[in-house]
């Protein structure tokens, strides 16, 4: 079982749909869990971090976490061509203090 | 955030010699980290730069291979030496402080 798991998509949605991305996690003892984004050829840029269960809000993006079902999500509102990009799910291991990521799923926002 | 800046951007280089990329951090930050990320895949983990002491390397990667630096909080160095194609990958410096943050990469062709 890997550490971190995302589906790799392509996950294609129409222009002003909502994006749900998921991932789940191994590690029981984390406490810290992020979403990046990573346009191609860029490289990935922080847009949601999430310590506590719940949702957490910024803008039209949520992030949710169930450290119970070690899993964590993120929705994109009203999709914009311009969230086409791959995005990455990283865990703050309890264990290394290292940051482990998924694989990434990419998003393809249609117009 | 902490910006981080790389340099350089890209090159192209032939087959045996080394390249150093420097990395600089426009603030302190606890941990620096160097990362390798080839096309289409996600960033595996090459080393954690230790302020004043020898970086801490990963399984696979090795300091004769990628010997890095770090002599205060804000700079590091990564040398790839004798390098091969097989070396031919983007090259990230990522910080930590709170969240952690990358660097825009450095994109190494080797010939």
């Known amino acids: 079982q890997k550490e971190v798991e995302q589906n790799s998509g392509p996950l294609s949605v129409p222009e002003g749909a909502i994006a749900s991305l998921n991932c789940t996690y191994s590690d029981r003892g984390s406490q810290s869990f992020f979403w990046y984004r990573q346009y191609s050829g860029k490289s990935p840029e922080l847009i949601m971090s999430i310590y506590s269960n719940g949702d957490k809000e910024d803008g039209r993006f949520t992030a949710q976490l169930n450290k119970a079902s070690q899993y964590v999500s993120l929705l994109i509102r009203d999709s914009q061509p311009s969230d086409s990009a791959t995005y990455l799910c990283?865990?703050?291991?309890?264990?290394?203090?290292?940051?482990?990521f998924g694989q990434g799923t990419t998003l393809q926002v249609k117009p | 955030s902490a910006v981080i800046s790389q340099k350089p951007s890209r090159d192209i280089c032939q087959r045996g010699t080394s390249l150093t990329i420097q990395c600089q951090v426009d603030?302190?930050?606890?941990?620096m980290f160097w990362y390798r990320q080839q096309p289409g895949q996600s960033l595996t983990l090459i080393a954690t730069?230790?302020?004043?002491?020898?970086?801490?390397?990963e399984s696979g990667f090795v300091i004769d291979k990628f010997p890095i630096s770090r002599p205060n909080l804000t700079f590091s160095t990564l040398t790839v030496s004798n390098m091969s194609p097989e070396d031919s990958s983007i090259y990230l410096c990522?910080?930590?402080?709170?969240?952690?943050?990358f660097g825009p990469g450095t994109r190494l062709t080797v010939l």
């Open positions: 603030s302190q930050v606890t941990m």
């Open positions: 990522s910080a930590r402080g709170q969240e952690q943050f």
């Open positions: 730069a230790n302020q004043g002491s020898e970086a801490t390397y």
């Open positions: 990283a865990v703050l291991s309890g264990n290394t203090g290292k940051l482990i």
